[in-house]
């Protein structure tokens, strides 16, 4: 790090943070900067309340991306842009804070600056710019007071209202400034930035592995804020997905929504979109890393599950060395446990292609279906040759102390008919496979439970063709 | 014109509690909790936690000047635990330092030794035991024990509900600063600043009017920062006091779900009687309710539950129970419909039981035995303008109930494994604190010689929209723009003495308040312009910020009016005070007239269950509600739509779930579980009734704050009709939350998932 600490642009002024750089960019605004219009509503990334927008260079322009600045740290804003509601606050409303002042979508106004920042992270990064992609990018935001119906009239009357063609990302902050809908600090930011004088943000060896932190700050923010952080979203090479022969090449320190934006992710696999969704929201995914899912070896990690059942193996390194690749059904080895080794990092994640005929299914329940840890969640994908299934993999989480290959299901599917028995068949064999626990996401035997279902639910998913009346009577 | 607050709230100009500008010096405290449930203190050593860098306080039981007592309407709750502590969260000591950090770090070094003694969490053991916080309550009217003969189906059953965390985005927050004389000046997050003073008074032993408490508006609140904001703010001031530094205190949102009471749980036997066409002849039922360690607010909740027990319905016989159950848990309080709720579940329970038991679809029960006009209900007062039978009949022609039904019959037919379920709930919400001494408030109103004005009254703006009402209403009671107009903070130096802004009333007495003492500057003023004017002031108005003479126009505008006014030496401020008329309830007798009026309405609820991965979506609410007539349909919109999603909420996936020794596991977001964006449905609407003026509250208006929440509870119906459209049910268990994990249990067949929890 820098002598005199970290230069990014805050808002529109070049400042220098003098926080530690473990420290979380919440207090950097709320405590170094006095900026409160950015609110603390769990430190956990779970409320959307502390929403910012960080900003960095991207071709010939600029790429940002809503985040949770609890979970932040402060070495990250080397070289950036940070925005914050106070940023966004020009001296007449924009049509963001109008169309929410207008339908009433703020109550005890909390929440509302998070909304604002989100919103206006909608449209700076979006894609499309209709109302359910506006829906979706504010997914992260809790609201207590007003119900959200206000929230999507709000909404409505703000897309509506777009005159914007939605064109290049990297540019589109410079099209929103010039037609007012950002304020004019936006205009030439790529420009200030290149000129911003900062040290190179660390790729610190010795320090503790970030990628998106949103694991890490979540469980051990208190110690991280005295420690060397090495930034793996500093370390990023090439694509977040490319292709290399019949596999399917994942950048480790790629970001969730990043995968789930991806076209060929989604080729592949059908309803990819749908299945990424279903992790966190899109405040978090704009973070988090399928490797950090993976090396934080959480039982329940959506992705380590969704990649077990793919096959996937993960290329292993350390700086300087060759990779060893190792497959990930062999990569966790007990409670949080992995075969990583003190110093190994994952670089890549390889995916082998799917076969033509082939099926994929992801299947998560939650006490609530979208931003929550999953009470169990599984992955099936198999190839299908005359009516039966070939090769098969299930996988399952939150059933076991790892994320969970089940090899003996996997093994006893391959070959059989595609057929109800077929899936009741296997539905008992993978909750057999499994030893649960009672804890906040729900009792042992409810997860056991839970899995038989959801193993039928494959099947109903990946076989249209399946007589559902002949399940329903087998549940019943 | 837009609401200010709505403005400052998007431009993030709306300081709360933790963005206020900390006075130089300003300390942190943080709260050391009991983590036992129930025990003596062996020990107590705060030596490590005071030779931290940056302390400069460890406060404990013994450092309280005056009653280490902050019940307010049982005396049986100590600021910090006094030998023994009674619940995991209780606080025990308080850490001052130079930052939140240190005081936190410092906070884990106390030495905490405690002996453990048994805890219990289940009310209904708690009962048995005679661990009660007040004598049982009863309602009565009829003679049920007569009627039972009578009836020609009688089902029985047991009614469970969950506790429910408020989650107000903002947490618990007070600042303290001690101001020159020996003066307090505090700045809660609370709902009741006049509890917060009297409190503060008490525990420190000065006089009120060595505290101000001054709030501007909170984070959201429903029901969670009216007792349970007092603590934290007595703490603050506590320290403040002792240090004669300003002293901050914030709960962490761990902090704050762990320590906090929530919305009481309740365990309820019930027993419901019908003649021949389905016409309730008696209903009779016993209400456990988990009160927590302390009694905070639970016997009026109770009786608010008691005087809920038959929600728009008539019964001619009933008997109704309650018990307020002392429990090793965080002091149950105060939340958005404060008891109403739990009752109308059991009431629906009831009339689900008897509808599964007669097969009929349980709307033809509702309908048939909707509240009537004039009909009494237990509590002897009977209802007026009862708009019952018209929302509930508007409902179900503007939404079209039959075509509903249909589809979801075809569809049902057509689906083996997604089933859909429709439910009706209709809701009668008594008006009024149930203490009928509660319902009085007061307004303070200046105009400054420039024309603009400021109003102060006891409400306080925690995203209700209380401060938009009432600078309507006092701009059109003194004929100008909502502009000039400034709602103050809430302090208790400009309005002394004030109720909780609380019950829905904020409106209706603080709202009467304003509009009187406006009334009366208005008419000072008219009269300083007859004597302008030299006309009468019976034939001059004010409107349109200009003086009219008999509808006409005149040349005396609002500012040369006032500053005439004042030239001729008139009070240009003016207090004004209101109560509630003709209120009365007799709790021995169980009779009277507790409520100004009632707020009806229906909602239309409709879900879908998965049958194979046991979850449950709810698809649509549509809602008649009978908002009186609205001062503000934005508000009321928004406030009627917060409160059915929190409802749907507290039917479905909130759930509390607490280790065996009374920890709570769920103690962050990402464990307990809120309604997001995509949990709530798109097809939410709320139609308010036409021609519903009601001439009981200001201007026509009804509240509108917790009514609404109730129509959530059709949510459980609908997932449990989607859910006997696949396989039937036990009648006589109904078990909230409908947690996925119990939707699955119950289409497994467990008996036990739709028993609960506590059962344990
Ligand atoms: C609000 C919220 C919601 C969430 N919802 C979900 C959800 O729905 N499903 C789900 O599965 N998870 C969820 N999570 C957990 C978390 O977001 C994911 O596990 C995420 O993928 C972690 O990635 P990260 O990059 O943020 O990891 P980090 O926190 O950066 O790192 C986690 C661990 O992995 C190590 N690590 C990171 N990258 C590498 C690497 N390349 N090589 C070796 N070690 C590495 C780190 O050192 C650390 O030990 C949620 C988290 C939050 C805060
Ligand atoms: S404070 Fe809740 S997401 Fe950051
Ligand atoms: S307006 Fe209160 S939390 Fe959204």
């Not at chain 2, 240090?243 to 906090?260: H, Q, S």
């Amino acid at each position: 790090m820098s002598e005199g600490g970290i230069r990014l642009i805050l808002n529109g002024e070049a400042v220098t943070a003098s926080m530690a750089p473990g420290g979380v960019v919440l207090d950097f605004l709320r405590r170094e900067r006095g900026l409160r219009g950015t609110k603390e509503g769990c430190r956990e990334g779970d409320c959307g309340a502390c929403t910012v927008l960080l900003g960095e260079r991207a071709g010939s322009g600029m790429r940002y991306r809503a985040v949770a600045s609890c979970l932040l740290p402060v070495a990250e804003l080397a070289g950036r842009h940070l925005v914050s509601i106070e940023g966004l606050d020009g001296e007449r409303l924009s049509a963001i804070q109008r169309a929410i002042v207008e339908e009433g979508a703020t109550q005890c106004g909390f929440c509302t600056p998070g909304l604002v920042v989100a919103l206006t992270g909608f449209l700076l990064t979006s894609p499309g710019l209709g109302e359910e992609d506006a829906m979706e990018a504010i997914d992260g935001n809790i609201c207590r007071c007003t119900g959200y119906a206000s929230i999507r009239r709000a909404v409505r009357r703000l897309v509506d209202g777009l005159e914007l063609e939605p064109g290049a990302l990297e540019t589109r902050h410079e099209a929103l400034a010039a037609a007012g809908l950002l304020p004019p600090l936006f205009a030439g930011i790529a420009a200030r930035l290149d000129a911003l004088e900062h040290a190179p943000a660390s790729a610190d060896a010795g320090g503790i592995p970030v990628a998106g932190g949103t694991d890490l700050f979540v469980v051990e923010a208190a110690r991280l804020r005295k420690e060397r952080l090495r930034l793996l979203s500093r370390e990023r090479r090439g694509e977040p997905v490319s292709e290399e022969g019949n596999l399917i090449v994942l950048d480790a320190a790629s970001t969730m929504e990043e995968l789930r934006q991806s076209p060929l992710l989604e080729a592949c696999f059908p309803s990819w979109r749908r299945f990424l969704g279903l992790h966190s929201s899109t405040l978090i995914r704009n973070r988090a890393t399928p490797a950090g899912n993976i090396a934080h070896a959480s039982p329940i990690g959506d992705m380590s599950v969704v990649l077990l059942a793919l096959d996937a193996r993960l290329q292993i390194g350390r700086d300087g060395e060759r990779a060893r690749t190792v497959a990930l059904d062999r990569f966790f080895l007990g409670y949080k446990e992995t075969d990583l080794a003190p110093g190994e990092l994952i670089t890549r994640i390889l995916v082998p292609r799917p076969a033509p005929a082939s099926r994929f299914n992801f299947e998560k329940v939650s006490r609530r279906q979208h931003l929550d840890i999953a009470s169990v969640n599984t992955a099936f994908s198999c190839t299908v040759e005359d009516g039966a299934i070939g090769t098969a993999r299930l996988s399952a989480g939150g059933v076991a102390p790892i994320p969970l290959y089940l090899a003996e299901s996997s093994a006893w599917l391959s070959g059989r008919p595609v057929s109800v028995a077929t899936a009741l068949g296997a539905a008992e064999r993978a909750a057999a496979e499994i030893t649960p626990i009672s804890d906040v996401r729900g009792s042992a035997d409810y997860k056991r439970r839970l899995l038989r279902r959801l193993v039928l639910a494959h099947f109903v998913t990946c076989f249209p063709g399946l007589p559902q009346e002949e399940i329903a009577h087998a549940i019943a | 014109m837009p609401s200010p607050d709505a403005v400052a709230h998007v431009r993030a100009r709306s300081p709360f509690v933790d963005d206020l500008p900390e006075p130089e010096g300003t300390l942190h405290g943080a709260v050391l909790p009991s983590p036992v449930a129930h025990g003596r203190i062996l020990r107590l050593d705060t030596a490590p936690a005071l030779a931290m860098p940056g302390v400069a306080a460890v406060l404990t039981a013994a450092d309280v000047p005056g009653e280490n007592q902050i019940g307010g309407i049982v005396q049986d709750e100590a600021l910090l635990a006094q030998g023994e502590v009674h619940h995991v969260g209780q606080p025990v000591a308080l850490v001052v330092a130079a930052t939140p950090r240190q005081a936190r770090a410092a906070r884990d070094l106390i030495a905490l030794e405690i002996e453990e003694l048994e805890a219990v969490f289940d009310p209904r053991r708690a009962a048995e035991r005679g661990k009660l916080i007040a004598p049982a309550r009863t309602i009565a009217c009829g003679d049920v024990d007569e009627a039972w003969a009578r009836c020609a189906t009688i089902v029985e059953g047991r009614a469970d509900s969950g506790a429910q965390e408020h989650l107000y985005l903002e947490t618990q927050a007070c600042l303290a600063v001690p101001e020159a004389r020996g003066r307090l000046h505090l700045f809660p997050a609370t709902q009741s600043p006049s509890g917060v003073q009297r409190i503060t008074a008490r525990v420190l032993g000065l006089q009120m009017h060595d505290i101000e408490v001054e709030v501007q508006r909170l984070g959201g609140a429903f029901g969670g920062k009216e007792d349970q904001a007092t603590p934290w703010a007595v703490m603050a001031a506590l320290a403040a006091h002792r240090l004669a530094r300003p002293v901050k205190i914030v709960l962490g949102r761990g902090e704050d779900m762990r320590m906090t009471g929530k919305r009481h749980p309740y365990s309820t036997d019930f027993r419901l009687g019908l003649d021949g066409e389905g016409r309730f002849l008696a209903f009779e039922a016993t209400y456990y309710q988990s009160s927590g360690a302390a009694a905070d607010l639970s016997t009026a909740i109770l009786q608010r539950t008691l005087f809920h027990a038959t929600n728009a319905y008539f019964v001619p016989n009933v008997r109704v129970t309650g018990f307020c159950c002392r429990t090793n848990l965080p002091p149950f309080t105060a939340f958005r419909g404060f008891g109403g709720p739990q009752a109308m579940f059991v009431m629906e329970s009831a009339i689900a039981a008897a509808a599964e038991r007669l097969g009929r679809p349980a709307r033809e029960l509702q309908e048939l035995n909707l509240l009537r006009e004039n009909d009494p209900l237990p509590y002897g007062m009977r209802v007026r303008r009862a708009n019952a039978r018209r929302s509930f009949a508007e409902a179900v022609e503007r939404f079209g109930l039959g075509r509903r039904l249909r589809e979801i019959e075809e569809h049902n037919a057509a689906s083996p494994l997604l089933k859909r379920g429709l439910a009706l709930m209709p809701v009668c919400f008594g008006i009024s604190f149930t203490n009928a001494s509660l319902n009085q408030a007061g307004a303070l109103v200046h105009i400054y010689t420039d024309g603009s004005v400021s109003l102060s009254t006891a409400a306080v703006e925690m995203g209700q929209g209380v401060a938009t009402k009432i600078r309507r209403i006092a701009a059109g009671a003194l004929g100008i723009s909502e502009r000039r107009i400034r709602v103050e903070s809430t302090s208790t130096s400009r309005v002394a003495n004030m109720s909780p802004t609380a019950a829905s009333t904020a409106t209706d007495l603080n709202g009467m308040a304003a509009l009187l003492a406006c009334r009366m500057l208005a008419s000072r003023l008219r009269t300083s312009a007859a004597e302008l004017l030299d006309v009468r002031a019976e034939d001059l108005e004010l409107r349109g910020e200009r003086v009219l003479l008999s509808g006409e126009v005149t040349d005396l505008g609002w500012n040369e009016l006032v500053a005439a006014t004042w030239k001729r030496r008139v009070d240009l401020t003016a207090h004004a005070f209101y109560s509630t008329p003709n209120l009365h309830f007799d709790p021995e007798e169980g009779r009277g007239r507790p409520f100004a009026y009632h707020v009806f309405g229906t909602a239309m609820v409709e879900a879908t269950v998965d049958l194979l991965r046991g979850t449950a979506t709810v698809d649509a609410v549509h809602v008649v509600h009978d908002a009186g007539r609205s001062l503000d349909p934005l508000v009321d919109r928004g406030q009627a739509e917060g409160g059915i999603v929190q409802g749907l909420g507290w039917m479905t996936m909130e759930d509390l779930v607490h280790a065996e020794d009374g920890r709570l596991l769920s103690d962050s977001l990402a464990t307990y579980k809120i309604p997001d964006l995509h949990f709530t449905p798109t097809a939410l609407e709320v139609v308010f009734l036409e021609d519903a003026a009601n001439p009981a509250a200001v201007l026509q208006t009804k509240a509108i704050g917790e009514p609404p929440f109730m129509y959530g509870i059709g949510a459980f119906f609908a997932i449990r009709n989607a859910i006997c459209a696949a396989r039937p049910l036990a009648v006589d268990r109904f078990v909230a939350p409908l947690t996925n994990e119990r939707i699955l249990g119950m289409l497994d067949g467990k008996r036990e998932e739709q028993g609960a929890r506590s059962e344990e």
